[in-house]
């Protein structure tokens, strides 16, 4: 069942089933219910910590909205099953973590490479490897924006919240469809089991967007074409006698192979690079706060964003001219709203969840003369108010 | 050009023509098995509309994906399996197909040909078995005969083959055959047959290599091939009487299985009615 054409029977159900209000809830519940109102309609997963209250949610709910829950042998053939289904026209979703992360970025970078919508959720834990396999981190940053081989664009958001969280499931799935491209969602493993307040709104609230379809014949013969201008060719659909062929090896726009011509490998690799940049106003969102004035900025992302805020108000109270810039989408970065705040302050602190990650990417938009440093805690462990505040006095 | 050249062959019909010549080897199995799937395709009179052919990576990944002319969604080494099995419970009415090779689906997709059989999803897998890693070059593959040599295996092969139809038949579906592309009017009626069962279907073909296999072991010319496999093929009737020193080196041929078993894409949508009407989510 495809919930593109089927709206008024889809809201019906949204209505009956989830009344608008207040819950407590699991901030991996609310990414499930964001999915569930964005009208993902499949899901495909593996179980992993911390991760799978995401799977059994959408275990739970998406038989009752007519959906497809699968659980998949693996996390490859999960995001497999994710790209073939989305091919017919349902919108589609995985979770996972680092360690199922990895092993799907093989068919991420097929995704990318054959334009296909999906939404890929990854609740971060402490690496490498199985590290600490029940806690938080924030490591896989570059793992989201370099993890598959090649050249490739990337799009990820990173909430902070658990209603963060419902919305940016939200925003991943409209901006898959709007740019026929797989969305990632950096979340974690401190926020995924946070309980806290999650508004869940009436359906009427919230803005759903389809991936474009092929108008017209000639339309449908050009898969991997540019008829509008925007990067973004229409998607013919499996199942309605367009005879689509789709390749993960470089194709034409008819998406025929053709490996051996370098101007057809430079034409395709460079329109999914122009789709993804060209269109920044579809997906770049970030939130400021006190950055006006601000002589040193914070720049922090997903859950450290939370406690960079109250080591920013604290030390406002304590008159020292702090700001705060939260990239909501990480990938690809906001390094023109970076480079103009950038060049406002003396001291950047960048505090995350690794070793260093985001720093890299704040690194490359602001000059030498301003003070770079990252706030930096693993262990599982969250940095707190205090632990970044002391480093905001120490620039001071 | 191609269109000259293929004028004369009434399956034509059936492929990209834009696509062809195909990039298979002079004397490769592949061009029959791609002959017997489009016959068994015009004698069901099934409308290539209603078919998805998914394939993954290899020579025999390419028998019918680009040249079959319906969707075709050519995959990640391996991953077909897992691909169709998205597609088909998006179009649970459209026939799904999986050809692809013996590398591709029974080594490293192997983990997702067990579960497909295992949930017996409607699912028909042609599963080319020629031995070998033809195109990066003729290494030792899970399904290379004992003793047989390779560019891998340069002084013999020690490791034993993996019996795909045994161990599909195992997992749960509900067809399984094998032919060599020696038996093709057999091979077209199996693959008819899986076409037309509900559930998981597959169909292994034992198919020649002339150019990565043979030429290693002593049968460079694909008929020598051929002949190989018509000497050695055992009815599967006649090999449940043998024993297995008696089996060693010989191709069992025939239906391994053919049952009724529930369908996973009817299971799930039986499930999605049940739970609608449990939670009384159905309109009145």
């Known amino acids: 069942?495809?919930?593109?054409?089927?709206?008024?029977?889809?809201?019906?159900?949204?209505?009956?089933?989830?009344?608008?209000?207040?819950?407590?809830?699991?901030?991996?519940?609310?990414?499930?219910?964001?999915?569930?109102?964005?009208?993902?309609?499949?899901?495909?997963?593996?179980?992993?910590?911390?991760?799978?209250?995401?799977?059994?949610?959408?275990?739970?709910?998406?038989?009752?909205?007519?959906?497809?829950?699968?659980?998949?042998?693996?996390?490859?053939?999960?995001?497999?099953?994710?790209?073939?289904?989305?091919?017919?026209?349902?919108k589609v979703m995985t979770a996972t973590s680092g360690p199922g992360f990895s092993l799907m970025q093989e068919n991420l970078g097929y995704a990318a490479m054959t334009e296909t919508p999906l939404v890929l959720v990854d609740v971060q834990r402490s690496g490498p490897s199985t590290g600490q396999a029940t806690k938080g981190a924030q490591g896989d940053f570059f793992q989201a924006r370099w993890g598959t081989h090649g050249d490739h664009p990337i799009v990820a958001l990173s909430p902070t919240s658990g209603q963060d969280a419902f919305w940016e499931t939200i925003r991943a799935f409209n901006i898959a469809e709007r740019l026929r491209t797989p969305v990632v969602v950096l979340f974690d493993g401190i926020l995924a089991h946070t309980r806290e307040l999650v508004k869940i709104p009436d359906v009427s609230e919230v803005e759903i967007t389809y991936r474009k379809l092929p108008r017209n014949e000639e339309e449908a013969k050009l898969p991997f074409g540019d008829p509008h201008g925007d990067g973004v060719p229409p998607m013919p659909l499996f199942g309605h006698g367009y005879f689509t062929h789709v390749t993960g090896s470089t194709h034409k726009e008819n998406g025929l192979r053709d490996v051996y011509t370098p101007e057809v490998h430079d034409r395709l690799?460079?329109?999914?690079?122009?789709?993804?940049?060209?269109?920044?106003?579809?997906?770049?969102?970030?939130?400021?706060?006190?950055?006006?004035?601000?002589?040193?900025?914070?720049?922090?992302?997903?859950?450290?964003?939370?406690?960079?805020?109250?080591?920013?108000?604290?030390?406002?109270?304590?008159?020292?001219?702090?700001?705060?810039f939260v990239p909501k989408t990480v990938h690809l970065?906001?390094?023109?709203?970076?480079?103009?705040?950038?060049?406002?302050?003396?001291?950047?602190?960048?505090p995350e969840m690794n070793l260093g990650q985001m720093i890299l990417e704040v690194q490359r938009y602001v000059n030498d003369d301003v003070l770079l440093k990252g706030v930096n805690k693993i262990g599982g462990v969250p940095l707190t108010v205090e632990e970044i505040l002391r480093e905001i006095r120490g620039v001071a | 050009m191609a269109k000259e050249i293929y004028?004369?062959?009434?399956?034509?019909?059936?492929?990209?023509?834009?696509?062809?010549?195909?990039?298979?080897?002079?004397g490769c199995g592949g061009g029959t098995v791609l002959n017997a799937f489009a016959n068994a395709v015009d004698q069901l009179k099934i409308d290539p509309k209603d078919l998805v052919v998914v394939s993954g990576i290899g020579c025999s990944a390419w028998i019918a994906s680009p040249y079959f002319l319906a969707d075709t969604l050519h995959t990640t080494h391996g991953?077909?399996?897992?691909?169709?099995?998205?597609?088909?419970?998006?179009?649970?009415?459209?026939?799904?197909?999986?050809?692809?090779?013996?590398?591709?689906?029974?080594?490293?997709?192997?983990?997702?040909?067990?579960?497909?059989?295992?949930?017996?999803?409607?699912?028909?897998?042609?599963?080319?078995?020629n031995f070998i890693y033809g195109m990066t070059g003729g290494q030792v593959a899970p399904t290379t005969p004992f003793g047989a040599i390779t560019t891998t295996t340069p002084y013999r092969n020690i490791e034993h083959p993996l019996n795909v139809s045994e161990t599909v038949a195992a997992a749960g579906a509900s067809y399984v055959a094998r032919w060599t592309t020696a038996h093709v009017y057999q091979l077209i009626e199996s693959i008819k047959k899986a076409l037309t069962v509900?559930?998981?279907?597959?169909?292994?073909?034992?198919?020649?290599?002339?150019?990565?296999?043979?030429?290693?072991?002593?049968?460079?010319?694909?008929?020598?091939?051929?002949?190989?496999?018509?000497?050695?093929?055992?009815?599967?009737?006649?090999?449940?009487?043998?024993?297995?020193?008696?089996?060693?080196?010989?191709?069992?041929?025939?239906?391994?299985?053919?049952?009724?078993?529930?369908?996973?894409?009817?299971?799930?949508?039986?499930?999605?009615?049940?739970?609608q009407e449990q939670f009384g989510l159905k309109e009145v």
């Open chain 1, 333 to 350: 970065f906001p390094g023109e709203r970076m480079r103009k705040l950038g060049k406002k302050v003396r001291a950047i602190l960048v």
């Open chain 2, 198 to 275: 509900k559930g998981f279907s597959l169909v292994e073909v034992i198919s020649q290599c002339p150019v990565q296999f043979g030429r290693r072991n002593r049968m460079k010319e694909p008929a020598e091939m051929l002949r190989w496999f018509l000497k050695n093929s055992v009815p599967i009737s006649k090999a449940r009487k043998m024993s297995p020193e008696e089996l060693e080196g010989k191709f069992v041929i025939g239906e391994f299985v053919s049952r009724e078993r529930p369908e996973f894409t009817e299971e799930l949508n039986k499930l999605i009615d049940e739970v």
């Open chain 1, 1 to 90: 069942m495809i919930i593109r054409g089927d709206e008024p029977e889809q809201i019906r159900l949204l209505r009956k089933l989830y009344k608008p209000g207040n819950y407590f809830m699991q901030g991996n519940e609310a990414v499930a219910y964001g999915a569930l109102f964005a009208g993902c309609r499949f899901y495909a997963g593996y179980p992993i910590t911390p991760s799978s209250e995401i799977a059994e949610t959408m275990a739970r709910e998406l038989p009752k909205l007519g959906g497809y829950y699968l659980q998949m042998e693996d996390e490859i053939g999960s995001i497999a099953a994710m790209i073939g289904a989305s091919w017919t026209g349902l």
């Open chain 1, 269 to 324: 690799v460079r329109r999914l690079h122009r789709k993804i940049e060209k269109n920044r106003h579809v997906y770049e969102k970030y939130e400021e706060h006190f950055t006006d004035d601000a002589e040193i900025l914070v720049v922090s992302w997903g859950v450290t964003a939370r406690p960079a805020l109250g080591a920013v108000l604290k030390a406002r109270e304590e008159g020292i001219k702090a700001g705060l």
């Open chain 2, 79 to 129: 991953r077909a399996i897992a691909f169709a099995t998205g597609v088909k419970v998006g179009l649970p009415d459209k026939k799904v197909v999986v050809i692809s090779g013996d590398g591709d689906l029974a080594s490293i997709g192997g983990n997702h040909l067990i579960h497909a059989a295992r949930r017996n999803i409607d699912i028909t897998v042609i599963l080319v078995n």
């Open chain 2, 7 to 26: 004028s004369t062959y009434p399956m034509v019909k059936y492929l990209r023509k834009e696509a062809l010549p195909t990039a298979l080897c002079p």
